[in-house]
């Protein structure tokens, strides 16, 4: 746990990751969608001139730099994307993208990526099947397309991470998304769980006892050399440690997954990954909004001030509100847990559900004692 206490005193001067909603504009509908995003980019959005102001304060915090990661919307919408990537790069600052899988997204750009030095792809893909992905993204053909896309990343040698949504649908097709991923060659899976935020609507949603039989299976998952990361369900984390703790998890939802997981991939081929990266909303993490406006996650609709009148430094180290995040000042089960420096619950469904993101998370089962 060195490395972990490493990480935790890093976090309170700088972020690991900074996202950067470049814009609304995006081609999709998806129901999910955080960003509420639209067809036409909206007024206020940061120019170019500005966007490199933001990549400046980014390299601001110091060695070793956040690693950049450019959102939207579908940052493709941006005719200035490569231009940004490169004044970026000139300050050694790493840029992640995360674009939309649409028409803009073809084997070419995929190759100028490479070529410009972007660090990874995220491509979303929400169900093992076309009719659950297709049903979430609100366009037809667009599972064939994440496909492809994924193939191509791996074919050229971009680094690809696949994000995967749990909602109702999916959540059962979850081993079915691990096999697919095994056989495209995918070594990265960032699994969301949604918050009512956005598009995102309740009845999308999974339980309490759904969310941890997912996360536990996801434990699974880490057994034959994927890397898991998850966003929106921290205690990820301390799933993982009760496992490598020896408990025996055997909630029928989580029994039923590991089966079909087995069946598709075989034995675990090593044991439980030992990693533990303890970011959370605000802690690690910061999130930028098309016009400047900083909130601690993209999930998280708490306004911190503006980098058009502010450092982002001077926001993410000096906020009252974050520095009660990093100090651990929550309420309910999670302020007295004690897991809560690896952990601290997820901020953004706190607030979505309390409007207090200091409040306890409602999707977490674990009864500290």
């Not at 036409?40 to 110091?62: D, H, M, S, Y």
């Not at 049903?135 to 680094?159: C, D, F, H, N, Q």
């Not at 598009?199 to 006892?209: F, N, S």
């Amino acid at each position: 746990m060195r490395n972990v206490q490493e990480l935790i005193r890093r976090f309170h001067e700088a972020p690991l990751l900074v996202f950067w909603e470049s814009t609304k504009a995006c081609p999709l509908a998806c129901k999910h969608c955080r960003a509420d995003a639209i067809l036409k980019p909206l007024p206020g959005e940061l120019t170019t001139q500005e966007g490199k102001r933001l990549i400046e304060q980014v390299a601001q915090f110091g060695d070793p730099k956040p690693l950049l990661i450019i959102t939207g919307g579908d940052p493709l919408m941006r005719a200035d994307l490569f231009e940004l990537v490169d004044y970026a790069n000139s300050l050694s600052v790493p840029v992640s993208l995360a674009p939309a899988v649409s028409p803009n997204l073809t084997p070419e750009v995929m190759k100028e990526m490479k070529q410009a030095g972007v660090k990874s792809v995220s491509i979303s893909l929400d169900g093992a099947f076309p009719e659950t992905h297709d049903e979430l993204r609100g366009v037809p053909g667009s599972y064939k397309e994440t496909v492809t896309a994924i193939k191509t990343a791996v074919e050229i040698g971009l680094p690809v991470q696949v994000n995967t949504v749990v909602w109702k649908k999916s959540l059962g097709e979850l081993p079915d998304v691990a096999y697919l991923l095994k056989n495209l060659g995918v070594k990265i899976w960032e699994v969301f769980f949604l918050i009512v935020t956005g598009r995102a609507r309740e009845e999308l949603d999974i339980t309490p006892e759904e969310y941890e039989a997912a996360v536990q299976f996801l434990v699974d998952v880490s057994t034959y050399g994927f890397q898991v990361r998850t966003v929106e369900a921290p205690f990820y984390r301390r799933a993982k440690l009760e496992r490598m703790e020896g408990r025996v998890y055997d909630h029928p939802l989580h029994l039923q997954l590991v089966d079909r997981l087995r069946k598709l991939l075989g034995p675990p081929t090593r044991g439980v990954d030992p990693t533990i990266v303890p970011t959370r909303d605000g802690f690690g993490i910061i999130f930028v909004a098309y016009d400047g406006t900083v909130h601690p996650s993209g999930f998280l609709p708490y306004p911190l001030g503006n980098v058009r009148r502010q450092s982002l430094v001077e926001i993410y180290r000096n906020h009252p509100l974050l520095q009660k995040m990093r100090r651990g000042e929550f309420g309910g089960r999670c302020g007295v847990c004690r897991y809560k420096d690896i952990c601290g619950g997820s901020r953004a469904r706190a607030f979505a559900y309390y409007k207090d993101p200091l409040a306890e998370d409602p999707a977490c089962i674990y009864k500290p004692t």
